[in-house]
């Protein structure tokens, strides 16, 4: 089955940098979309950044666009977000997910959900 594990929260200032890392397996992604959701206490789950396995479409939350790159490396089946500029409202449990056949629009809009998900990792930001 499906495997996407997270890995790379932490604790950091504002202003500084993180970079998550999502690493897929249990079958081909080849045709799949994956990206990162975020849930902070008491907020409902928010689309964040997503990428077809390629790399050759992505999509971003009017919140972190300019300061957060999602990418991929299909020869290790990794997905990566690369946060800058953190600040104390970016605070929140970070999800991977994908969808075979997936359609990143539909994902920033919530009209299509992931079908796979990681358990997360934390991401805190200091102010």
């Known amino acids: 089955q499906v495997q996407l594990v997270e890995s790379g929260g932490g604790l950091v200032q504002a202003g500084g940098s993180l970079r998550l890392s999502c690493a897929a397996s249990g079958r081909t992604f080849e045709n799949y979309a994956m990206g990162w959701f975020r849930q902070a206490p008491g907020k409902e789950r928010e689309f964040v950044a997503a990428?077809?396995?390629?790399?050759?479409?992505?999509s971003y939350a009017d919140s972190v666009k300019g300061r957060f790159t999602i990418s991929t490396d299909n020869a290790k089946n990794t997905v990566y977000l690369q946060m800058n500029s953190l600040k104390s409202e970016d605070t929140a449990v970070y999800y991977c997910?994908?969808?075979?056949?997936?359609?990143?629009?539909?994902?920033?809009?919530?009209?299509?959900?992931?079908?796979?998900w990681g358990h997360g990792t934390q991401v805190t930001v200091s102010s």
């Open positions: 997910a994908g969808r075979y056949w997936g359609l990143i629009s539909r994902w920033m809009v919530g009209t299509e959900k992931p079908v796979h």
């Open positions: 990428s077809t396995w390629s790399g050759g479409s992505t």
